[in-house]
């Protein structure tokens, strides 16, 4: 019989061999009344899946398990005021925020950097607030400043 460790070790080494690009996914995160929104994406800003309503450790766990997400620290962290975000995920879900990478990319701080730099792009960008806009704002600088 293998302990719960060999079996950790297993999934890996499976997920691993799976699926190289694993790493190259991105978790968006945003808080909102004790509820975590997490839409994952490609590489590409393609929205692979998401969840609304997680609350949990468990509930989080689960989203990553259903996407073969078994490796710790393979999926970085995006959004806006990530800061408090992963403050408040610290809290919500302890084991799902040290099982992803400790690395983020804010769109608030390219946001920023492309109003100082890039001010006439900076005008031209999409507007809102949700896990979606932040998406497609990406995109947007990717398109016209990360070319």
């Given amino acids: 019989q293998t302990t719960a460790f060999e079996e950790k070790q297993q999934i890996?080494?499976?997920?691993?061999?799976?699926n190289k690009n694993i790493s190259q996914?991105?978790?968006?995160?945003?808080?909102?009344?004790?509820l975590i929104h997490c839409?994952?994406?490609?590489?590409n800003l393609n929205i692979i899946d998401e969840i609304t309503d997680g609350?949990?450790?468990?509930?989080?766990?689960?989203?990553f398990y259903r996407?073969?997400?078994?490796?710790?620290?393979?999926?970085?962290?995006?959004?806006?005021?990530?800061?408090?975000?992963?403050?408040?995920?610290?809290?919500l879900a302890p084991?799902?925020?040290e099982f992803c990478h400790y690395r983020?990319?804010?769109?608030?701080?390219?946001?920023l950097i492309c109003e100082k730099w890039f001010p006439n792009i900076y005008k031209q960008r999409p507007i809102g607030d949700d896990?979606?806009?932040?998406?497609?704002?990406?995109?947007?600088?990717?398109?016209?400043i990360f070319k």
């Fill in 12 to 18: 890996q080494e499976e997920t691993l061999s799976s």
């Fill in 25 to 34: 996914y991105l978790l968006w995160i945003n808080i909102h009344s004790a």
């Fill in 39 to 43: 839409i994952l994406t490609d590489n």
């Fill in 55 to 63: 609350k949990t450790d468990d509930d989080l766990m689960n989203f």
């Fill in 67 to 91: 996407n073969r997400i078994r490796q710790e620290r393979m999926v970085v962290v995006a959004g806006t005021y990530l800061g408090s975000i992963r403050a408040e995920l610290k809290t």
């Fill in 95 to 97: 084991n799902f925020n």
């Fill in 104 to 111: 983020s990319i804010d769109i608030d701080v390219i946001s």
């Fill in 131 to 144: 896990l979606k806009h932040s998406i497609e704002l990406l995109r947007f600088y990717r398109s016209n």
